[in-house]
């Protein structure tokens, strides 16, 4: 089966960094995305990884280990509008998405 | 690039009639187009995928005579909730794939129907 593991609620301080992990089991891979979810809005996305290693956009960073089955988003230099939800998003071997729970980041000045 | 629209944005209908949502991608041509449901403080939930031209694949429980779906180009898909009632009420996403990034799914603003 599929399972995917992220904590439900993260708390940081605006300009600081913040990592945000994402385990995962799964028998087929074909990438792993990261999206964000403001409150009553749709879900914007942030990374795409399917090889090991590093993404990085502005001052967001993803980063996959498929053999630990393993991923992180990095967000640097915090600001108040980086507080929403934090989906860790699996695609499967039949390209279907299996969402995570998300992880709620709060910003505080 | 990878715009994907919906519209409306707010919608509000008595119990009994029928709406309809559209889903368009602006600049790439959608291979394969997602509707999804999200009720408050929950994830959201994949109601049905659709490829043009054909038949779209409803996801277990969802019923597909009650939730149309049209995949009719390339770059639009409506979904028409039929007979809606209150409990139909929920924040309603499309998303699209296709494009240079054939593997992500971009997703439109949503549409919230609120049912009386």
């Known amino acids: 089966g599929q399972n995917i593991d992220q904590p439900t609620e993260m708390t940081a301080t605006e300009g600081a960094i913040v990592q945000i992990n994402c385990t995962y089991q799964t028998s087929g891979f074909n990438g792993l995305f990261w999206y964000q979810q403001h409150a009553g809005e749709a879900p914007t996305f942030l990374s795409y990884n399917v090889l090991d290693g590093l993404e990085e956009k502005g001052r967001f960073s993803s980063v996959l280990s498929r053999s630990k089955g393993y991923s992180y988003l990095l967000l640097k230099e915090l600001q108040m509008k980086d507080s929403a939800s934090y989906l860790c998003?699996?695609?499967?071997?039949?390209?279907?998405?299996?969402w995570g729970a998300g992880t709620k980041l709060i910003i505080k000045p | 690039g990878a715009v994907v629209s919906q519209h409306p944005s707010w919608v509000i209908c008595k119990s009994g009639t029928s709406v309809k949502i559209e889903c368009r991608s602006l600049?790439?041509?959608?291979?394969?187009m997602f509707w999804y449901r999200q009720f408050p403080k929950q994830s959201l939930m994949l109601m049905a995928t659709s490829n043009e031209g054909s038949k779209a694949t409803y996801e277990q429980g969802v019923e597909k005579d009650k939730f149309l779906i049209n995949h009719a180009s390339l770059t639009l898909s409506t979904l028409t909730v039929t007979s809606a009632h209150p409990e139909d009420s929920s924040f309603y996403i499309c998303s699209a794939r296709g494009g240079q990034a054939q593997e992500t799914q971009y997703f439109g603003p949503g549409t919230r129907l609120l049912v009386l």
């Open positions: 998003v699996l695609m499967d071997s039949n390209y279907q998405l299996i």
């Open positions: 600049d790439f041509q959608a291979t394969t």
